[in-house]
């Protein structure tokens, strides 16, 4: 028994050795340096890859004002710098494009050792909310109560927590020049942000205004994780929403008459959505529903097929969507795959649009014409804020330049003009195998009628959250589109 017992006390060392063998690997692998050479080249294979394949290059900005860009960027690494640090300075200089679906990630081996390492966390939740930074909450709501919920933080370790809040807007990638969704991704991952540029100390000096309205600082260990469960802002998902979990949506009606309906759509996912969309709308006719509140909030993108099919379902007239690429294949591909569904995309656009040829430049034409079978034409709503983007910016714009629909909300996070996407080859830069990804595409929303302005779909009827609104969860744009539709 006496042996038995040392055996496990052995192997139970041994593990634990192991374990933190493998901690230290991991902070070893976060803390590697590269050299100045190994940076040029990986910042000028990035900038030459932005060249060949960019299309927004001109539409923003000149091709003389990117240049520069490009290459200070190249130039500014004369110190050696660890991947982080790299992906920092490089995602400030991606940022210019004015394009959302560029950006730099880390590299499979940095992500895994961040995913294995405990970090630094504070013991409270913050929220910035426009230029103040709130408590939410404490991590153990029976011992970390000092702050209350509300408390405005204004300094942590001695830095502006509103700097933190505009820094990390600039880390930020967007289409065009709309502040709406730097701000609100910057919100949501703001305790993220704060945490890694300050390095996850060891400890955690809160300067806050106290209830007589003094600053008073209030110094707490941090708590070292893996990571620390998400506070949510939303309120628990309905259990009387009907969901098609593989295309994403989910829909329920908000009265027992069912005059109106509630359409969420999380993404345009790839699989399952025409069979969705063929219930649904078989549902809205069957029901002569007379309202459609289609949901579009958060919603990131995804097929381009997919919100095309929306559309002919909502679409009073026949209309065009126009894309564009100067590529044929992929340039410099040993730092990348795919090449074959760049080429699949191509053709299918070749053999379903109308195909032109300008200079160097493919033009393919789509036709949208409206169904006739289930089609919809009663009153829409539109919910949106700063996280609707890509291809659900498709379906916002072709609805509000046609005026076929109500929005209800905050400004888009794509612009009215369209997009750069379709196809996104990632290249992997060969040294700090950071990940680059660079569409080849440019979307038109054909609708559009004002040029390039770089602006979102605007709402008719904006929504401003307040710090109260937030913590008690309250779902401004369902109570709007309430309203109206009692109204009405």
């Known amino acids: 028994m006496l042996a038995r017992t040392s055996y496990s006390l052995t192997l139970l060392l041994l593990l634990l050795l192991m374990q933190s063998t493998m901690q230290g690997q991991q902070i070893n692998y976060l803390n590697k340096k590269f050299s100045p050479e190994q940076l040029k080249q990986d910042a000028s294979i990035l900038r030459d890859a932005v060249f060949k394949i960019h299309t ?31 992906r920092i300075r490089t995602k400030l200089a991606i940022e210019k494009l004015h394009c959302a679906h560029t950006d730099i990630s880390y590299s499979t081996n940095y992500t895994k050792a961040v995913r294995r390492t405990k970090f630094n966390f504070p013991r409270y939740y913050l929220l910035p909310v426009e230029d103040k930074v709130y408590v939410l909450g404490g991590l153990n709501r029976k011992s970390d109560t000092i702050l209350k919920p509300g408390t405005i933080v204004t300094k942590i370790n ?15 990638t967007i289409d ?39 600053l008073q600082e209030f110094k707490q ?47 345009f996912s790839h699989r399952k959505f025409t069979k969705a969309y063929r219930k649904i709308f078989k549902q809205l006719q069957k029901n002569n529903t007379e309202n459609l509140v289609l949901d579009l909030r958060f919603n990131g993108g995804g097929s381009v097929t997919n919100c095309q099919m929306l559309l002919k379902y909502l679409m009073e007239q026949e209309t065009t969507q126009t894309s564009y690429t100067t590529l044929k294949n992929y340039p410099m591909r040993k730092y990348t795959k795919g090449n074959i569904f760049f080429k699949m995309t191509r053709l299918y656009f070749h053999i379903y649009g109308k195909h032109t040829i300008k200079g160097d430049t493919d033009v393919f034409v789509m036709r949208l014409k409206p169904y006739k079978k289930y089609h919809y034409n009663k009153k829409v709503y539109v919910l949106i804020n700063g996280g609707s983007f890509s ?12 005026g076929r629909a109500t929005f209800i909300g905050r400004e888009t996070g794509g ?24 569409p080849t595409f440019r979307l038109l929303h ?37 309203e109206l539709i009692n109204k009405n």
Do not use: W
């Open 176 to 214: 065009g020049y709309i502040i709406e969704s730097k701000k609100l991704y910057a919100q949501m991952g703001y305790i993220g942000y704060y945490l890694s540029l300050l390095n996850y100390p060891d400890t955690i000096t809160y300067e806050y205004v106290n209830k007589d309205k003094q």
């Open 221 to 267: 260990p941090s708590l070292k994780t893996l990571n620390i469960p998400e506070y949510s802002l939303r309120k628990k998902d309905d259990s009387l929403f009907v969901k098609y979990k593989r295309a994403r949506m989910r829909y329920r009606y908000l009265d027992k008459d069912k005059k109106t309906m509630h359409l969420h759509i999380a993404g």
């Open 391 to 402: 291809a659900s910016c498709v379906v916002s714009a072709y609805l509000k330049e046609t």
């Open 56 to 86: 927004v290059i001109g539409i923003y900005e000149s091709k003389q004002y990117y240049d520069k860009v490009f290459n200070e960027n190249v130039n500014s690494f004369t110190d050696s710098l660890t991947e982080k640090q790299f």
């Open 446 to 482: 054909d609708v559009n009628k004002n040029g390039n302005t770089g602006r979102g779909i605007l709402p008719d009827h904006e929504t401003n959250y307040t710090f109260d609104d937030l913590l008690n969860k309250r779902d401004l744009e369902m109570e709007k589109v309430k």
């Open 158 to 172: 001695g830095i502006p927590t509103d700097s933190f809040y505009r820094y990390a807007q600039r880390l930020i």
């Open 415 to 438: 612009t009215m003009e369209g997009c750069n996407a379709i196809i996104t080859p990632k290249y992997k830069l060969p040294n700090t195998r950071t990940i680059v990804r660079i």
